[in-house]
């Protein structure tokens, strides 16, 4: 027997499944709206039979009166006969009406009822096998509850949380059992892939949180206004697979999961509209990520708050050398991409290959040792970029070959241990925007600022480096500083024309 599914366990999947079908069925089959119309119908009735004597009594007492309460003319109380016929025929017919509206939606629903009916029964029984102990039966168990999912629209959002609460549990070492957690997989990941499909998932809850889970298989699919939950989840062991991917207002979370010795490719994600990927508070441990040739919108954003990470590497840039040639176009970061307040050790970020088109990169407040961040290559128009760690150890920030033309990029590290951060401009054009260096912390062991070109922004480096630094800039410490001054200068101006156009603003 399969290790991790004891019988008791066999009997409480088969419990909880069956008590949850019972309630469906009795929200689906629940017959109340029948005795409302049983209610109805003799009071109808009642009411019509009422209604045709009080107009025979108010026709004879209208006749009455125009005959001056003589004897009435025959012919005129023929008409009246007539005419109380008639209207009686009338009601008649439309009692008839009425009664064979109820017949036909007393059948509609008792033919529903039997539906519903038939497919709780397949519920149950695919839910029984996916708890059987064997993997073959739990494997047909899968496939069934898949194909009701397909037929039973109103019942798709219960097959989808017994296969989440299927692969939530720890996955046991055995061949049979991978085999069953793939095709289910593969079940999930193929009716992701068109939103517009019959039996798309889309708009199915997907919660997958608290589980502990090996290998998955999420590859092309399409998240059109869709969150998939993997909060508080163990990744261990495996792979966890996302390659092109697309999300359009959509959510992959993963708050507060561990991932230990894995590796999780995200190459081809395509990030649209307001999108997110939540890696905040998580602990992340001899494993791989591979965000290669990622494009990321402008509401977009990759967030890695306040994350324990060690012994493991974020890899924007392919490791070999034509995928990391080719992989320039694709790789675009108009959004964010934050690893604010995380804490980095034995930890590897190259991003050199990326453009930055008016993104913000932020890693304000990480605590790093032996870390080594590579900067994207090409910023442009207004982007932010924050690089001001806190070393506590071997710190290496790569700048370039590449550019800046618009925005601000800053090196301001806090406080840290002595002289562990090297930071490194190489053959670097600034073309517009800001470079900012906090240069008066210990933290400083090298700076190099080799830059290719006229300078067309504005170097902002707080001068002197503390001694023992190793300082290469080629550009003259005095230029430096008169690039500073004229901006001071510049922003002095324009504080003194505002405040002289208040002044002189009518009261």
């Known amino acids: 027997m399969m290790a991790g599914f004891s019988?008791?366990?066999?009997?409480?999947?088969?419990?909880?499944?069956?008590?949850?079908?019972?309630?469906?069925?009795?929200?689906?089959?629940?017959?109340?709206?029948?005795?409302?119309?049983s209610r109805i119908l003799p009071m109808a009735a009642g009411a019509a039979i009422v209604l045709v004597v009080a107009l025979i009594v108010l026709l004879w007492i209208v006749v009455a009166i125009l005959s001056g309460f003589k004897a009435p003319d025959p012919q005129a109380v023929s008409r009246l006969l007539t005419a109380a016929i008639s209207m009686t025929a009338l009601i008649g017919a439309s009692?008839?009406?009425?009664?064979a509206f109820r017949k036909q939606l007393l059948a509609e629903r008792e033919e529903v009822r039997a539906?519903?009916?038939?497919?709780?029964?397949?519920?149950?029984?695919a839910a029984e096998l996916l708890a059987h102990e064997r993997p073959s039966a739990r494997l047909a168990g899968l496939h069934s509850l898949t194909s009701?999912?397909?037929?039973?629209?109103?019942?798709?959002?219960?097959?989808?949380?017994?296969?989440?609460?299927?692969?939530?549990?720890?996955?046991?070492d055995d061949v049979g059992e991978r085999e069953v957690r793939r095709t289910a997989w593969r079940s999930v990941r193929d009716r992701l892939k068109d939103p517009s499909a019959?039996?798309?998932?889309?708009?199915?809850?997907?919660?997958?949180?608290?589980?502990?889970?090996?290998?998955?298989?999420?590859?092309?699919?399409?998240?059109?206004?869709?969150?998939?939950?993997?909060?508080d989840c163990t990744f261990q062991g495996g792979e966890f697979s996302l390659r092109n991917v697309s999300l359009i207002d959509g959510q992959l979370?993963?708050?507060?999961?561990?991932?230990?010795?894995?590796?999780?490719?995200?190459?081809?994600?395509?990030?649209?509209?307001?999108?997110?990927?939540?890696?905040?508070?998580?602990?992340?441990?001899?494993?791989?990520?591979?965000?290669?040739?990622?494009?990321?919108?402008?509401?977009?954003?990759?967030?890695?708050?306040?994350?324990?990470?060690?012994?493991?590497?974020?890899?924007?840039?392919?490791?070999?050398?034509?995928?990391?040639?080719?992989?320039?176009?694709?790789?675009?970061?108009?959004?964010?991409?934050?690893?604010?307040?995380?804490?980095?050790?034995?930890?590897?970020?190259?991003?050199?290959?990326?453009?930055?088109?008016?993104?913000?990169?932020?890693?304000a407040e990480v605590v790093t040792d032996n870390v080594q961040i590579y900067?994207?290559?090409?910023?442009?128009?207004?982007?932010?970029?924050?690089?001001?760690?806190?070393?506590?150890?071997?710190?290496?920030?790569?700048?370039?070959?590449?550019?800046?033309?618009?925005?601000?990029?800053?090196?301001?590290?806090?406080?840290?241990?002595?002289?562990?951060l090297d930071v490194d401009f190489i053959n670097y054009r600034i073309l517009g925007g800001e470079v900012m260096v906090q240069a008066i912390q210990n933290v400083w062991k090298s700076f190099r600022f080799d830059h290719v070109g006229d300078i067309s922004g504005t170097l902002n480096f707080n001068l002197p480096f503390p001694e023992g630094v190793e300082v290469d800039i080629d550009v003259e410490p005095d230029d430096i500083k008169n690039v500073r001054q004229r901006r001071l200068l510049r922003q002095a101006r324009l504080d003194a024309e505002q405040s002289d156009g208040g002044d002189s603003a009518p009261l």
């Open 7 to 37: 019988e008791k366990s066999h009997r409480q999947w088969n419990a909880r499944w069956i008590n949850r079908i019972g309630r469906e069925i009795a929200e689906v089959s629940h017959p109340g709206s029948r005795s409302n119309l």
């Open 95 to 99: 009692l008839g009406a009425v009664y």
């Open 115 to 125: 539906e519903q009916q038939v497919y709780s029964e397949r519920f149950v029984k």
């Open 148 to 172: 009701l999912a397909d037929d039973w629209p109103q019942g798709r959002q219960s097959c989808a949380l017994a296969i989440a609460s299927y692969l939530r549990l720890p996955p046991p």
């Open 198 to 231: 019959p039996n798309s998932w889309h708009r199915e809850e997907l919660d997958f949180s608290g589980g502990t889970y090996q290998f998955v298989d999420l590859d092309d699919v399409m998240l059109v206004d869709t969150r998939i939950l993997f909060r």
């Open 253 to 363: 979370d993963f708050t507060g999961s561990s991932f230990d010795k894995m590796k999780v490719y995200m190459v081809g994600m395509k990030l649209d509209g307001d999108s997110e990927v939540y890696l905040d508070e998580t602990r992340i441990a001899g494993s791989d990520f591979y965000p290669v040739a990622v494009k990321f919108a402008s509401r977009t954003s990759l967030l890695v708050r306040n994350a324990e990470i060690h012994d493991s590497n974020f890899k924007f840039d392919a490791d070999d050398l034509v995928s990391y040639v080719f992989q320039a176009k694709e790789s675009v970061i108009a959004g964010e991409i934050d690893f604010s307040r995380s804490m980095l050790q034995n930890v590897s970020i190259p991003m050199h290959a990326y453009t930055l088109v008016a993104g913000r990169l932020v890693f």
């Open 375 to 420: 900067a994207p290559g090409k910023m442009r128009d207004h982007v932010y970029v924050n690089l001001d760690v806190k070393a506590m150890g071997p710190t290496v920030i790569r700048v370039g070959p590449g550019e800046i033309s618009g925005g601000n990029l800053r090196i301001r590290p806090g406080k840290g241990a002595p002289a562990v």
